[in-house]
Structure formats: structure tokens, C-alpha cells
């Protein structure tokens, strides 16, 4: 995880780089659980469970969009 946290913060001017690191994290987190659903959807046939994480997903992005607007 080192190498992708690195990379997301690399080229961020100093004044963006708490932003740059709270993004970077939260595609950390994001991105687990979209893994897992995918997984699990293919495997299980499991198309409700896969939309539900996609609604989930889609209003962490724009809570995250908003507060970064915001800032």
C-alpha cells in the first residue's frame, strides 16, 4: 500500500497535500469493498448485493466531492 499512498501524494503542492493524502485514503477504502463486491458477484450470482455496494460507492463520492468543494 506504500507505493500507491506514495503515488497519490507525490506531485500534490504543499497547500493540497492534506487533500491529496484524505482522497488517497479514501480510495484505499473504497477500493476494498469494490474489490470484494466484484468478487463475490461474480462468483455468487450476487447482482443486488453488487448494485447495493454501487449506490453505496456512488454517495461516498459525491459526500467526498462535496467536502472537498467545500474546502
Do not use: D, K, Y
Amino acid at each position: 500500500m506504500a507505493p500507491v499512498t506514495s503515488a497519490g501524494v507525490h506531485e500534490a503542492p504543499n497547500e493540497l497535500s492534506g487533500a491529496a493524502s484524505g482522497v488517497t485514503n479514501t480510495m484505499h477504502q473504497i477500493g476494498g469493498p469494490i474489490g470484494l463486491s466484484l468478487i463475490v458477484s461474480l462468483t455468487n450470482q450476487f447482482q443486488s448485493e453488487m448494485i447495493l455496494m454501487a449506490v453505496f460507492t456512488i454517495i461516498s463520492i459525491v459526500v467526498v466531492a462535496v467536502f472537498i468543494r467545500h474546502e
